[in-house]
């Protein structure tokens, strides 16, 4: 009997199949029971049962229920085996057969002994081998075929059936395999109908289309599924009706008509589970169309109904009838223009109302919840249509009273008119009364179409569009109507008595009518007030408003160029305005970006496996003070730019504000060339990947390392642009002075950058000072020793120097290409010499070439010719130079001064101003060397000496110290600019100067002012007092570059101070300044020209400046030491 059993798959079991120990070959005996075959498997008794049990209960699932339950024939081959092994196979196979038996059939051994063995045993072993069925003992294949025909056995058993046990457990693999492909696919498209029916349906558009989109994806999916699976089971099925399609006689045994059945049987489910899941998935679709539709619907209804409702709340604000006829003809055209931009959006109400009918025709099945709406549309849109011809109604019918108001007061000031041209001289006849009579008569005749008959009517006629205004008007048309009547009449009866027949002349005596009768317009009866009261004043009105508007016209015709302009420059300056407030918000947002996906993640431990060991704790390196400058512009800068967003010509003050904070971007740069190094070394690294594809960036980090450097030249040109449209507006100077700071700090960037690059150096370039300058030049030396002028070495080929000029000091390098990219192939600079600034002078012309000019040092002891790319640049380093000497030169004189003012204030008695110069210096230098023996040379800042402790307050406060200006990061020269005591060489030291007082022979021409003025000051000829003078001619070479006088000034000298330099005040001006008493004498008349700052030497004319060393003997001053500078 049949058991109900765990189906099994040849894929399940398919090692155990592919033994052989059994199989079904297709065979069929006589009554169609199927034939399964045990051939000779020597190995037969070490099956497990397992696999035994399997393989039996497999091959008896293959038949049809209708075959297995005939019984199968089981042929066991054992001719090759003994007695034994034979009754131990039909005893296991006669145990686990799990199928219904029919026949038994043993090919017993062929061995004579093992063959007659088999007889004897068989027959004394009968009952133990009983079974439910025969069991048949065969000798040869011949006697097999007596039972099953040949043609339905293999051929090892001399039958002619075409088996192979591969082929046919590749064909029961596949179809199996086919079989639970449709089965899966049945229930796939079962549980995505499933959740086809359970899908809600969304609320808008956008959710529609998505869910449409979706299940049309997942429905071709399921289409692409089935396509395939319809392929496979057509391959399946070629493969079994191939040997037809090869032979046409070819007979298909049972097992492959079964197979064939199979699958055609598949297929055919296959197609069915198509076709309802097709006619399904119509429904559906249909029906997510209809919902797409519906939501368009709904939101094309929403906007439509939003825009009649404006249009109507638009139509409801012409409620003026208007109070004149050009004031209604306005409005008429008003309206006519309204309608014409309004149609549109009754034209989309219409259309979108219209689709009622499609909706119906299509049966959706919102249709209930769309006719309403549809119907709603058309009520508005009528309703709409409606109004506004009702209000264009309403503004004929005014316009068609004002015109017959217009027609009766048009022919109340032609009647007035008539009676007044009438010539009452001429109506004393009886010819000319009746004459007067007919006119009058003939006009009368004429109102009938002009003038207001009935006042009520009109009043009942026109009640829908009479307000008080228009209501008071026609009263007052209509009484001017009734006044003129009354004229006519008491006329008529005038001249009606003229007419009649008269016994005697009458003479009459009247004005004559060209004294009343000026204009045909006017009228002396009761008028509208604002038309017909006084007509002379509303024609001076008229006058004065043409005249007006000629010369307002005439006014705009000059200014309105002037106007337009300034408004397109505002429209500039608001572009520009929102760029850089946009730039700078993009700017952050692109920080914060790098730092939170980038920098943040260095420290992320989940991230920590990425990174590579040489790349940890470098990310100070690599990103620099990118952080700083986030929260400069997030928190400060960015906030306040936006307070500047309508008033874009201002901004320059931000930018000044905020000045000294936009120096970070210093620190940057200088960390670029690290940073730029270390990135090219892990470029390709996973994390730096992993963090960009997470941030989905288009560019990798250096783009954006780039962004800092980027953006602070961004900012000039940005300014240059505000500036351009706002040189007349009130921020012009602050954008001026904000452009040049801005272009100040990318020089100092600039500079910086070179300034890091140079090597060699054993000192603090810090100490140096400000760097202010950097360049490449041609130089030559031209060196003299002692006092004779021999060119030591001197060069005629140029070397190549790249100068670096400080507030202290200016360095000679020479410049290294290097190999490489990106910053890694920026020049570097070996260091070779410097020149302290203390020591240095200039000449600026140099005698041959306009690029020249020369920086020479201790009194010309060392010359440097040096040779600028062009005279521009030439002139901006002697420029920058002449600043810096200045500059020290002027605090020297200040440190000078108050010494002198605090020893003069500490001397029991003044003394006499001409003998002040010299004892005071000497007591100065004589109290400062027993100060400097008292105290630490290294606690003293500045120019000034330490001062008596009867004056506590002023040794606080360093006189020397230049005065901070307001304008920001302007170079400020340091204010102990001698740093000379500590010099290690001593051709560069000051001590060599002093043994001479300071002071070149004259044949050098040093050209330094303290040399100059202490050889005035010490001739003694001419002496100078305090008091007023008349300047004879002009001067603008003062120690202070501001101090000047012209020839007429009145001047007043107040003291004489330090080195013969006078403190002199210009009366005219209020300016002050310290003048040289050489230069003084001139001034005033009583002495020859004498030279101050500037002179010629050896011919040329060439302007030297220099801060000699008699100048840090006159200061006494203590300051950093520079024992590290070489010469």
């Known amino acids: 009997m049949h058991q109900d059993i765990i189906p099994l798959y040849a894929a399940d079991i398919q090692d155990q199949l592919k033994k052989q120990f059994a ?25 497990p049962e397992k696999e035994f049990q399997n393989v039996l209960t497999y091959l008896t699932s293959i038949p049809s229920l209708r075959d297995a339950g005939i019984g199968f024939i089981l042929v066991i081959d054992r001719r090759q085996d003994k007695w034994t092994s034979v009754k131990a196979s039909i005893l296991r196979i006669a145990a686990s057969f799990p199928g219904n038996l029919q026949l038994v059939l043993v090919l017993r051994p062929t061995g004579f002994f093992h063959r007659a063995l088999s007889d004897i045993a068989f027959r004394f072993n009968k009952d133990e081998l009983k079974m439910k069925v025969p069991i048949i003992m065969l000798g040869s294949v011949s006697e097999l075929q007596g039972y099953i025909d040949k043609t339905q056995l293999t051929e090892d058993l001399g039958g002619t059936l075409d088996y192979c046990h591969n082929r046919w457990l590749s064909r029961r693999t596949a179809i199996e395999g086919f079989a639970q492909k449709v089965k899966q696919t049945a229930q796939i498209l079962q549980s995505f109908g499933t959740e086809l029916a359970e899908t809600e349906l969304p609320n808008d558009v956008q959710s529609t289309s998505s869910l449409l989109a979706t299940h049309t994806e997942k429905k071709d999916k399921m289409k692409e599924d089935i396509r395939v ?32 059945t199979t699958v055609e049987r598949l297929l055919a489910q296959l197609h069915e589970t198509e076709t309802a899941f097709d006619e399904f998935w119509m429904k559906h679709q249909q029906k997510l169309e209809q919902c797409l539709r519906l939501r368009n619907f709904e939101q094309n209804f929403r906007e439509v109904k939003a825009a009649l409702d ?40 219409k259309m979108l109302a219209s689709e009622r009918d499609a909706f119906i025709q299509s049966n959706h099945y919102a249709v209930d919840s769309i006719i309403p709406k549809c119907s709603e549309l058309h009520h508005l849109c009528d309703a709409f249509t409606t109004e506004i011809e009702r209000r ?31 010539p009452v001289d001429k109506c004393q006849s009886q010819d000319g009364a009746e004459s007067a009579l007919q006119e009058i008569e003939k006009f009368l005749d004429t109102g009938a179409g002009n003038k207001i008959k009935e006042l009520n ?20 048309v209509f009484q001017k109507q009734e006044s003129m009547e009354e004229m006519f009449q008491k006329r008529q009866v005038s001249l009606k008595k003229l007419a009649a027949k008269q016994t005697r002349p009458v003479q009459p005596v009247a004005p004559r009518p060209e004294a009343f009768v000026k204009s045909p317009c006017t009228s002396p009866g009761l008028q509208r007030e604002n038309v017909s009261n006084s007509e002379s004043s509303a024609l001076r009105r008229v006058n004065y408003r043409k005249a007006k508007s000629e010369t307002t016209e005439l006014h705009q015709s000059r200014g309105g160029s002037t106007m337009d302009d300034e408004e397109n420059l505002a429209v500039l300056r608001q572009h520009v305005m929102n760029e850089l407030i946009e730039t700078e918000r993009a700017y952050v947002e692109e920080l914060l970006c790098v730092l939170e996906g980038y920098a943040a993640e260095m420290d992320n431990p989940l991230m920590a496996h990425l990174i590579p060991p040489e790349l940890q704790n470098k990310k100070d390196i690599l990103f620099g003070n990118m952080e700083e400058i986030y929260h400069f512009h997030n928190r400060i800068f960015l906030r306040e730019l936006e307070t500047y967003v309508e008033y874009p010509e201002l901004v320059g003050r931000c ?23 270390l990135w090219r070394q892990f470029s390709d690294s ?63 960037v600039n500079d910086s950058m070179h300034q890091i690059a140079i090597t060699g150096y054993d000192g603090n370039l810090n100490e140096l000072g400000k760097l202010l300058m950097q360049g490449s030049f041609n130089v030559w030396t031209d060196h003299k020793k002692g006092h004779t002028k021999v060119k030591d070495l001197a060069r005629f080929k140029p070397m190549q120097r790249h100068l670096f000029l400080h507030e202290k000091a200016v360095l000679f390098c020479k410049k290294r290409e290097e190999n490489g990219e990106g910053y890694e192939k920026a020049p570097s600079y070996s ?35 040096v040779q600028a790319p062009t005279p521009e640049v030439k002139a901006t380093w002697v420029n920058e130079i002449r600043k810096v000497l200045t500059s020290q030169l002027q605090a020297c004189r200040e440190a000078s001064q108050h010494r002198t003012l605090e020893q003069t204030q500490s001397l029991p008695l003044p003394l006499p101003a001409s003998s002040c110069a010299s004892p005071s210096r000497n007591h100065i230098r004589n109290t400062k060397k027993m100060e400097e023996k008292k105290a630490d040379l290294t606690s003293l800042e500045g120019c000034g000496a330490t001062v008596a402790p009867k004056y506590p307050e002023k040794g606080k406060a360093s006189p020397t110290s230049p005065d901070k200006k307001a304008k920001r990061h302007e170079v400020v020269s340091d204010p102990t600019p001698f740093g000379s005591r500590g010099w290690a060489k001593p051709s560069h030291s000051l001590d060599a100067s002093e043994e001479n007082d300071g002071w070149s022979s004259a044949e050098e021409a040093l050209n330094s002012s303290d040399a100059e003025e202490e050889g005035a000051g010490g001739a003694g000829e001419i002496k100078l007092t305090p008091g007023k003078y008349t300047v004879v001619t002009d001067y603008d070479k003062g120690v202070s570059e501001e101090f000047t006088v012209k020839s007429g000034d009145l001047v007043q000298l107040i003291r004489e101070g330090e080195d013969g330099l006078w403190f002199v005040k210009n009366l005219s001006s209020g300016r002050e300044g310290w003048i040289p008493a050489s230069n003084l004498l001139m001034l005033i008349g009583n002495s020859k020209s004498a030279q101050s700052l500037s002179s010629s030497e050896s011919g040329t004319a060439s302007s030297n400046l220099s801060t000699s060393s008699s100048c840090s003997d006159s200061c006494n001053v203590s300051s950093t030491s520079f024992s590290d500078i070489k010469g």
């Open 229 to 260: 699976a319809v392929e496979q089971g057509d391959d399946i099925l070629g493969s079994i009706t191939k040997p037809l399609t090869e032979n046409p006689d070819y007979k298909l045994n049972q097992d492959q008509l079964d197979n064939q």
């Open 686 to 748: 996973v994390f730096f990947q992993e963090c960009q594809r997470k941030l989905d960036h288009k560019l990798s980090l250096d783009s954006y390392l780039l962004k800092p450097v980027q953006r602070i030249t961004k900012y000039q040109l940005l300014l240059k642009e505000m500036l351009k449209y706002s040189k007349n507006c009130e921020g012009a100077e602050d954008l001026q002075e904000a452009l040049t700071s801005i272009l100040g700090i990318l020089k100092a």
């Open 23 to 47: 199989y079904l070959s297709g065979g069929r005996g006589g009554d169609g029971c199927p034939v399964i075959t045990f051939p000779d498997y020597p190995a037969f008794s070490e099956i």
């Open 392 to 422: 264009r109604k309403l503004l004929n019918k005014s316009l068609e009273l004002h015109d017959l108001l217009e027609k009766s007061m048009k022919w109340c000031d032609e009647g007035i008119y008539l009676l007044a041209s009438q």
């Open 655 to 677: 930018f000044l504000d905020q000045m000294e904070d936009f120096q970070i971007y210093e620190k940057y740069c200088q960390n670029k060339p690290r940073s730029e190094s």
């Open 310 to 349: 404006i249009v109507s709340e638009r139509l409801s604000a012409f409620t003026d009838v208007g109070n004149s006829r050009s004031h209604v003809e306005h409005i008429l055209k008003d309206l006519a223009n309204f309608k014409e931009k309004s149609d549109e959006t009754v034209t989309k109400a």
């Open 457 to 476: 009517k009109i009043y009942e006629e026109y009640a829908h569009i009479l307000n008080e205004d228009l209501k008071d008007h026609v009263q007052k």
């Open 831 to 865: 260091y070779k010499h410097s020149l302290n600034m203390a020591a240095v002078g200039i000449t600026e012309n140099v005698k041959g070439d306009a690029k020249k000019f020369e920086i020479w040092y201790n009194a010309r002891e060392e010359v440097y010719i």
